[in-house]
């Protein structure tokens, strides 16, 4: 009972976050689509003080054109946000309709992180059916349980967990 209510608080999130002029729900869009506008609302914009991480939680890697001090507008931030989640979606390709969920999970906690999870094991051997409790494991910030973060795992896999 308690998973199905926060299953509820997590969709309702979503529809508090869209904007009243989108008439649509969340789960009309795309799969792609969706996990953009979840890891949007949960990332939010980065200001300067977030350095390294710049537009929704990218971690500016050596070489990379970014500077300090520098916030990117909403358009290269979303910009940002598309070609990284699409690395990391094409990295789990091979998973077909759960490449999303893994590419939305290794954007937050990174593909090291998801290569080594349960999650990836559990869907590499067909038990699609169990993954819930090991996706919604990952709600960890410096070592500590994070209300947050569970809050957003709930909301992935509601959003871009196909059965």
């Given amino acids: 009972m308690k998973k199905l209510m926060l299953f509820f608080v997590a969709l309702l999130t979503l529809v508090a976050a869209t904007p009243a002029s989108a008439k649509r729900s969340i789960m009309e869009l795309p799969l792609f689509e969706r996990a953009v506008l979840i890891i949007k609302h949960f990332e939010t914009l980065h200001k300067p003080c977030h350095w390294p991480y710049v537009g929704y939680g990218h971690q500016v890697q050596p070489g990379e054109p970014y500077r300090r001090g520098v916030q990117l507008t909403e358009k290269q931030a979303d ?42 094991k559990k869907l590499k051997s067909g038990n699609r059916d169990i993954i819930f409790k090991s996706y919604t494991s990952h709600c960890r910030y410096k070592g500590k349980w994070h209300k947050g973060l569970y809050t957003r795992r709930i909301t992935e896999i509601a959003a871009l967990f196909v059965y």
Avoid: I, Q, T
Wanted: charged content about 20%.
């Fill in 79 to 120: 910009a940002l946000l598309r070609k990284d989640l699409r690395k990391f979606c094409a990295m789990y390709s091979k998973y077909g309709k759960d490449s999303v969920l893994l590419g939305a999970l290794a954007y937050n906690c990174g593909p090291g992180v998801v290569n080594k999870s349960s999650v990836l």
